[in-house]
């Protein structure tokens, strides 16, 4: 029996492409969830965001791969690296399948892995499934470091 | 056999040697005493002939004494007495004559009784001639004296002839002998003479076959010795040789060639070798070549030789320790040309880094396609997906049904760039083998269409499956194809059943030149109920991009099967298909154990 905090999410996703943070914006509207969301354009206003003092650090971090200034592995590690965001759940939300990318940021501590989906409502069901599947482990206290989940 | 060992040709020369020396030696002897038996026999008979004579001698003395006295008492003439002493001492001459003879042969009483005779005679010649010189000549007595001298004479006479006689039949008998001993001593010569040219014979003949036996091995053994360096100059390969105990080095002809010399242009000395050695590896070269002389010990080396004409070649010179027919220990050793392969060596080695960088090339194709081309694609399907989530409701029937197919052509291209991915992934580089259970692997691609084959209602019956030797994710690939294929190519309402089994390879069969047996391959069956495919189409279906059916509910790429034909060429393996059309089809796949 999962028992629901009424206390919205916080979610932040970073991700270069205009369209790919619009479907993201609308798919969450969609799914009537109450969350914040927070989007960033690159990996360094996102790192900037996270490490000035007094942010709410987000939930759940969308992150994708191919951005510039900083991609998404290097935010990664950054944040993996510091214990401060040990409670943030990362999901690689990415347009790559390769095993290589998939492997990397198993290895750099990333949680969940998204392969960026063609079809809207297969995107909401993955949102969805995600933003489920963090409330477990928020409410279940499994460690969120050694978990890896690939959709 | 023991005794065919023992008799080896200088064993039975040596024995004939021995043989034919015994038999001349013996011969020669045999010959000797018969000779000496031929000179006895010769003496024998003149002194025989001498005896006869002297007797006659003898005879004729007397008689002449006789006369000269019986003149002297007729005539008183003293003239006829002056040879009388001399007569005398004749006979005296002939009588020891005789006696000598005698000794060797017939009976010495006959001789003593002549002597007693002539002794008597004499005495009577003295008498006769006492009496006929006195004054007054007694006739009577005279005539006495006379009738027993002529007695006496024909007693001599008779005594002689008896001797004589003797004398003849002994001769006969000597002359016998002699003849026989000739004959014999003839025969005996004649015999050794031909021995002696037998075995000279022979030995000649021997000698000459020895010598032309001689001559046809040294032909033969110049004639190999050509042979060889004709081979080493073909080759490109030389030989040389260290006598550690004269400190002598040989060089064979085709050492110096590949120097660019001809042979013998330099004198067989390791400095004049040494000076022909690239600078940078004379070094290195005679520090190894010292080495092994002190130690005893086989030399393997590569390094370059500069000619005169500044060309440099490749060297490789291999050394060993060994004997020679004299007991002394000598390094021997092959020297070769590798200049071409090292060439070859080094454009392959060129063409591989090519090759790598072409490699890399390619990875960076594969990444952009599968990345930067999915990207915009996505990007439509994600559009057309919003559009149909609300928008296209204010779009006409006809915009409806464009937008329709714009999402298939899209969807479309999706499949072929993800298909090409795999492609791609089967032909790279780096492919890690590992013993992998199929049934595993199986699993894995149930899961992975999983939904296909609950929207299909299909069936999947899999086998017991063995452990192959294989790439997994190319495996993985292999199955997922043939599945989806078989998911996808159904007859219209009825459910797909696939069966995967493991088959045993009961009869030999033959695919591209190989035999394939029990012991060697695995036998994997993938069968399906779907439409099936004309069994004319059996190769074409695995070519690139080739699809048989177009029809639009049949979706594919035409590299599902064409991906499946490469993993299974990574493994050295087979896949053959065969189809019925509207039956179904059976896809047979063969690994390597």
Redesign the interface.
Known sequence: MISKDQSPLNIMLADDDE?DRN?FN?AMKELKIKNNLTVFKDGKDLMDYLNAPDTVLPHILFLDL?MPCKTGNECLKEIRSNPKFKEISIAIYS????EKDIEETFIDGANIYIK????????KKVLKEVVNLNWQFHTSGLNKDTFFFSI | MKLKDYLTPTLVYRTALGVSFVLVVSVALVFHIQMNSLNNSVGLISDSNKKQFELEKLISSITLKENSLRNYIITKDTTYLKSDSLVEQNIYKSLSEIKDLVQKTADPSDIAGLENLIKQRFQLFEDTFKISNSENVDMNLLKSKLMESSQVTAAIRKQIYTIRDKEVSALKIHNINHRYDVETSTITAFSLTIIVLVVLLFSLNKVNYDFRKLKKLNKELNFANQISDNAEKVAGISHWKINMVTGKYFFSDNFYRIFGLEPHAFEEKVENFIAFIHPEDVGECVKAHEESLKSKTPTSLTYRIVRHDGEIRYINSIGDFTHNSNGELVKIGVSYDITEQQNSKFILEEKNKNLIAINAELESFNQIVSHDLQEPLRKIQMFISRLEGGEIDNVSETGKDYFSKIKMSANRMQNLMMDLVDYSRTIKENKVFGIIDLKTILDNVLQELAINIEETNAKVIVGKLPEVNAIPFQIQQLFVNLLANSLKYTKEGISPIIKVNARKITSEEIINDTIITENKYHKIVVSDNGIGFKQEFSEKIFALFKRLETEASYTGTGLGLAICKKVVENHNGFIKAKGVPNKGATFTIYLPK
């Open positions: 369209d479907f609308d191919n347009t790559s399948s390769s960026k989906p063609n079809d809207f409502s297969k995107l």
